[in-house]
């Protein structure tokens, strides 16, 4: 079946830090892949989205690209803020599928001034 | 725009009651609804999938008499632990999808609530 395995956590980095959140995925079709962001006391929101290999989404100052070779989606940021601080999840999903997500684990990520 | 609220956030239950969580997409209307459980440092897992007026399709391994799932309006969804024990102390998610969402995966439609989290005694 599908899983997602993403860099386990916390994370903590002082403010203009280089930000990489490592994840990898295995299925079995053809997925759009995602990171969502939890802040503290709120849903799970879209972070950034691709659909297809090579794709790279961006939302933020946020990247991920597509990385069919290496079954990757890892999110990096170039200079993180405090407002950064949250909970960050990778996921996918089958394209034709069922429209099931499968998480990763998450990952908290505390930004220090 | 696109919020979900879930009620409550958070609920401390004697083992042997029963507990029930509500799921609301505030200014958007779901047809499908989605309840997860996460423990701690593991990811969400899918319970059960919700479609407005109908039964609800549960995950593998996930007991349909224990966890009732009512979805009787198109903003409005139930998750109803029955007879809760300690092992079903966990966070509670549910998402939803938009009725407008059409053929976008899933992925981009389906808009989460904070979360209740159970803690049976």
């Known amino acids: 079946g599908d899983s997602v395995t993403q860099m386990e956590g916390p994370v903590t980095l002082s403010e203009e830090a280089f930000l990489t959140i490592n994840c990898t995925y295995t299925a079995t079709g053809y997925p759009s892949l995602f990171w969502y962001v939890q802040y503290p006391g709120e849903g799970l929101q879209l972070l950034l989205k691709a659909t297809k290999a090579d794709d790279k989404g961006s939302n933020k100052g946020f990247e991920a690209t597509y990385r069919k070779e290496t079954t990757s989606f890892h999110l990096e940021k170039g200079s993180v803020q405090v407002s950064d601080s949250a909970v960050y999840f990778c996921?996918?999903?089958?394209?034709?599928?069922?429209?099931?997500?499968?998480f990763g684990t998450g990952t908290r990520l505390t930004i220090i001034p | 725009g696109a919020v979900v609220s879930q009620h409550p956030s958070w609920v401390i239950c004697k083992s042997g009651t029963s507990v029930k969580i509500e799921c609301r997409s505030l200014d958007f209307q779901a047809t499908t609804m989605f309840w997860y459980r996460q423990f701690p440092k593991q990811s969400l897992m899918l319970m059960a999938t919700?479609?407005?007026?109908?039964?609800?399709?549960?995950e593998q391994g996930v007991e349909k008499d224990k966890f009732l799932i009512n979805h009787a309006s198109l903003t409005l969804s139930t998750l109803t632990v029955t007879s809760a024990h300690p092992e079903d102390s966990s966070f509670y998610i549910c998402s939803a999808r938009d009725v407008t969402s059409g053929v976008t995966p899933s992925g981009e439609t389906q808009y989460f609530g904070p979360g209740t989290r159970l803690l049976v005694l």
């Open positions: 919700s479609n407005e007026g109908s039964k609800a399709t549960y």
């Open positions: 996921a996918l999903t089958e394209i034709f599928g069922n429209e099931k997500l499968t």
